[in-house]
């Protein structure tokens, strides 16, 4: 299984409600992260988990709070959203490592995202 | 973090080769450049990486200059189905043996037919 699977594919969701987003991998990947892409613009880094504990918040509002429950799941749980919340959300997996020394070609794969729309 | 500049956006006929520019003048000695690109409501899709040796793949070229300040990933011939935005990164590393991948605004290729 070469694959990270994101569900649901799309979310419509209302400003007060509680939803969550999932993300699985079976690669044995014990790094996993979240991004967020508005339309025309690249995705924007959120979370990291590094074998299961969050290493990087890129100081995102906490009304988004994600969740490693074990290696091979990752969910950002979403309540009180904005309007302006409204994009793609990408989970993506790699193999952690230090990162100098070897080939260092630890690339990342990509699921192909939820779609949510905050109503 | 190194930066990466790339131009807006290229076009290519089918079945000629595309050439993506990409400058990284502030990459540190132990920084890989990567190429990843994205096909329309898709996630980005790995392509290459390289340190500072040339590197072909079943999908691409990468052509590191001697300098490491640039690089240029080549589709050989390239297909409809390459029409994308096309991210040339270079990867920084994070704490606790994890790093970050940043993307800056991308390439659009669009190749006609």
């Known amino acids: 299984d070469t694959e990270v699977t994101q569900t649901p594919k799309h979310l419509v969701m209302g400003m007060t409600n509680k939803k969550s987003l999932k993300c699985e991998q079976h690669?044995?990947?014990?790094?996993m992260y979240w991004y967020k892409q508005k339309a025309k613009k690249p995705p924007e880094l959120m979370f990291v988990y590094s074998y299961e504990k969050l290493s990087i918040n890129e100081s995102v509002p906490s009304r988004f709070s994600p969740e490693c429950p074990n290696s091979s799941l990752l969910n950002l749980h979403l309540h009180a959203l904005q309007p302006e919340d409204s994009a793609l959300y990408l989970c993506?997996?790699?193999?952690?490592?230090?990162?100098?020394?070897?080939?260092?070609?630890?690339?990342?794969?990509f699921g192909s995202g939820t779609r949510l729309t905050v109503v | 973090d190194a930066k990466t500049t790339q131009p807006t956006s290229m076009d290519c006929a089918e079945g000629r080769a595309a050439n993506l520019p990409c400058n990284h003048s502030t990459i540190s000695g132990n920084e890989y450049v990567y190429w990843y690109r994205q096909i329309h409501s898709q996630g980005p899709q790995y392509i290459i990486h390289?340190?500072?040796n040339n590197e072909t793949n079943e999908m691409a070229s990468l052509i590191i200059t001697e300098d490491r300040k640039s690089s240029t990933l080549i589709l050989p011939h390239a297909t409809l189905r390459d029409t994308a935005v096309y991210y040339c990164?270079?990867?920084?590393?994070?704490?606790?043996?994890?790093?970050?991948?940043?993307f800056g605004s991308g390439t659009r290729l669009l190749v006609r037919p």
């Open positions: 390289g340190l500072k």
């Open positions: 690669m044995g990947h014990r790094a």
């Open positions: 993506a997996s790699s193999q952690a490592g230090s990162g100098t020394g070897g080939r260092g070609g630890y690339g990342y794969t």
């Open positions: 990164i270079v990867r920084s590393h994070g704490m606790d043996s994890s790093y970050k991948l940043i």
